[in-house]
């Protein structure tokens, strides 16, 4: 399997018997669980939980067991939420893995999803996240907004199918 270079994120940091091993999680990689990879070959300002570097990575692995992360090692700056770059997703529902970092909000209760558009309703899981669309014409004025939809639709709408295994 060819490496390439990708974003790893480090998730946990595990101290065992054997060794001190970092649990990651690549987002570009066909394996959407956390691998465990050996510390030491890590420099030791990343065994920390949200740190994220660059590495090699076989990304078609589809198991953990089968995730290769390799040199060259390059700690990633940290995101900068105040760059304008960053969009302000926020997560809501019980239910996420792996997003930590994004803000949990209420369920938008009676809103209606940008995509299906349901109401939403108490226990529904989703996201908010920024909307940007139109193309200044009278007829398609810019425009720039705050959106919810359900996890469901979300993941459809980038071609993953929620209910089948590996999308």
């Known amino acids: 399997m060819r490496l390439w270079r990708s974003l790893v994120r480090v998730v946990a940091v595990e101290e065992l018997p054997e060794g001190v ?6 987002p570009a990689s066909l394996c959407k669980d956390t691998t465990r990879i050996p510390a030491e070959k890590i420099p030791k300002e990343a065994w920390k939980p949200g740190v994220r570097f660059f590495a090699r990575v076989n990304l078609e692995a589809e198991a953990p067991d089968a995730m ?10 940290p995101p900068d ?3 304008g770059l960053a969009p302000r997703m926020k997560r809501f529902g019980k239910g996420w ?15 209606l999803c940008f995509y ?5 309703k108490e226990g529904d899981m989703g ?26 639709c979300l993941l ?12």
């Open 21 to 26: 091993f970092l649990r990651v999680l690549v």
């Open 116 to 120: 299906c558009p349901v109401p939403f």
């Open 68 to 77: 290769r992360v390799e040199d060259p090692i390059e700690l990633a700056a």
């Open 127 to 152: 996201v908010w996240q920024r909307y940007s669309g139109g193309d200044g014409s009278p007829t398609r004025p810019f425009v720039e907004k705050e959106v919810a939809m359900h996890r469901t």
């Open 97 to 111: 893995a792996n997003l930590e970092e994004v803000e949990l909000v209420e369920v938008p209760v009676g809103e």
């Open 81 to 83: 939420p105040d760059d």
């Open 156 to 167: 459809k709408a980038c071609g993953i199918d929620p209910e089948k295994p590996n999308g």
